[in-house]
């Protein structure tokens, strides 16, 4: 996609840059300012793209629907789930499975890997999971001797995504965007992504200042009023917990399918 002053583009063509095989970055932080109607278009596709490697600081609804599509073949996330509503049921069920590849992460681990990428680097030292099981299950992250103290470190590998989309506020037609105040880890992955999608709930002609993200960094502007829902987009809409719920009822009672296909309106 060409980068362009005006960079607005619809939803459709947004989603057609994630192709099978990508890192696909998912911005928002729990249940708030999730990308929902961005990968409800993915879903909506004739072939919507798989093999995806998910990348996320949380993980949430619009995750599992992706995770339930088989759209996902591995996540790298340190949180997987509805908050209070419980365990997200698709990631669940694939996890148990051994269908889905989980990457463990955490916290530190993520922040590391992009801070990497974001340096420049092929990995970040830190003494975070010294003393822990963690480099068991993750054979490719290796240790480093610090050639000033000669202490042992772990070497966090970079992390870096072909597609990132958030969810702001407001974004003008340039890419810059208000994402409020709870950024999450928006800005940092936007940083290390080939490619930003910002969907927002309006699009305005000039954004003059509380700009959360530089539109240097973004490929498409994507105006999706409730593009967050049923996730929140404070201030302008709270979580939708009717509708969490009766996503988690359909995954309960095998009904996944039927609950997409009146998602997306496709049958």
Same mark, same amino acid.
């Given at each position: ?6 960079? #607005? +583009?619809?939803? =459709? ?5 994630? @192709? ?10 729990? %249940? ?7 990968? /409800?278009?993915? %879903? #909506?596709?004739? &072939? ?44 669940? @069920? ?6 889905? @590849? ?5 916290? *530190? ?7 990497? $990428? ?11 999971? @010294?003393? /822990? ?10 240790? +480093? ?21 958030? &969810?702001?506020?407001?974004?003008? #037609? ?18 290390? *992504? ?12 000039? %954004?003059?200042?509380? *700009? ?27 979580? =939708?917990?009717?509708?969490?719920? #009766?996503?988690?009822? *359909? ?10 296909? $009146? ?5």
């Amino acid at each position: 996609m060409r980068l362009d002053p005006d960079r #607005r +583009v619809s939803l =459709a063509e947004a989603a057609s840059l994630v @192709q099978p095989g990508m890192t696909l970055a998912l911005g928002g932080n729990l %249940l708030y300012r999730r990308p929902v109607a961005f990968v /409800t278009e993915l %879903l #909506r596709q004739p &072939h919507p793209p798989t093999d995806l490697t998910l990348l996320a600081f949380t993980a949430g609804y619009e995750s599992d629907l992706l995770v339930g599509a088989g759209c996902v073949a591995r996540t790298r996330t340190c949180y997987f789930g509805l908050e209070a509503f419980g365990l997200a049921p698709m990631f669940t @069920q694939a996890a148990s499975a051994g269908s889905l @590849q989980v990457i463990e992460e955490t916290e *530190a681990s993520i922040a590391m890997g992009i801070r990497a $990428r974001m340096a420049g680097v092929g990995f970040m030292p830190s003494h975070a999971w @010294q003393g /822990t099981d963690l480099p068991r299950l993750r054979p490719d992250v290796k240790t +480093v001797r610090d050639p000033y103290s000669g202490d042992e470190l772990i070497a966090f590998p970079a992390i870096a995504a072909d597609v990132a989309v958030v &969810h702001a506020l407001v974004v003008d #037609r340039h890419g810059n965007a208000r994402l409020n105040k709870n950024l999450g880890i928006d800005p940092e992955l936007c940083v290390v *992504a080939e490619h930003v999608i910002v969907t927002a709930e309006r699009v305005v002609d000039r %954004l003059e200042d509380d *700009a959360d993200l530089p539109g240097l960094l973004v490929t498409g502007v994507v105006e999706a009023p409730r593009g967050a829902w049923p996730t929140s987009c404070y201030p302008d809409y709270p979580v =939708a917990g009717g509708e969490i719920l #009766r996503y988690m009822d *359909a995954c309960t009672d095998g009904q996944f399918a039927a609950y997409v296909n $009146r998602l997306t309106g496709v049958s």
